[in-house]
């Protein structure tokens, strides 16, 4: 009996067997993934040449019926209109793109992040999207310069309210270093650094937001002093020369309750 076309059979290490299903697409060859039975690697085929062959097969033509992974269908539509084969599950757009992380979750981008996305796969754990890189993980919110442990609505927002919206335009960072928060943004700005030690102090009130990041990298100095061993991230000022930063961190005052806490 001949082998279903785009179905091959094969064995395990253990002798077990098991079917792989592939297509060729515009000279392409794709895999389909790796199905128990061959009915399911037929049905996968099936499926995917029906995605690519018509048309009227959209993204939202999707089922959970279906034996073909929703991510890899994705790659197909996008294929087929774009005529660009990504491992992915990116849908190209005319300015943006998009990045179905399932059925109800699209993410959006702009296209100076296709190359990197389409390399990188996007995982989602307790309400946060990361990514591996290089054997270690990130959050995704750090490539838009958005710090770890960030609150959205404190930190950051998305302008027109959408959270799965990371087009650069959209990302507004209100608070840009660790322990700072602004606490008037419309008139004259007062920045108040808090720092937890067993409970959140206020380290001090500043009207500039660098001299607040500073304060707080003196009162995670002074914490160490006094014996402390919590691993806190400091602030860097990127754009403020070594001098600078020494003469207005020995000039910024901060709170008494720092100066006087011990573990």
Known sequence: MSQPKGVYKTT???????YRASITYKMKHISLGSYDNESDA????????????????????????????????????????????????????QKYFEYHIDEKTILKFDRDDLFFLASHTILRRGGYFYYNDYGSQYK????????????????????????YDYRYSNIKILNHYAGVQCDNEKVSAVYTTIIHINGNYI????????DAAIAYNKAVDTLWTNGFTKKYSKNFISDMTKEEYLKRYSSIRISDSIISARP
Not at 64 to 90: C, E, S, V
Not at 203 to 210: C, F, I
Request: charged share 25%; hydrophobic share 35%.
């Open 12 to 18: 395990k290490k253990d002798g077990s067997v098991y």
């Open 42 to 93: 037929c049905n996968a085929y099936t499926e995917a040449r029906a995605a690519l062959d018509d048309t009227s097969h959209t993204i939202d033509s999707y089922s959970h019926r279906m034996i073909i992974p929703f991510q890899k269908y994705i790659t197909l539509i996008n294929f087929r209109d774009n005529g660009l084969y990504l491992a992915t599950p990116i849908y190209l757009r």
């Open 140 to 163: 995704l919110l750090s490539r838009y310069g958005i710090r770890p442990f960030a609150v959205y609505g404190r930190d950051y927002v998305m302008i027109n309210g959408d959270k």
């Open 203 to 210: 380290v001090g009130k500043y009207t500039n937001e660098a």
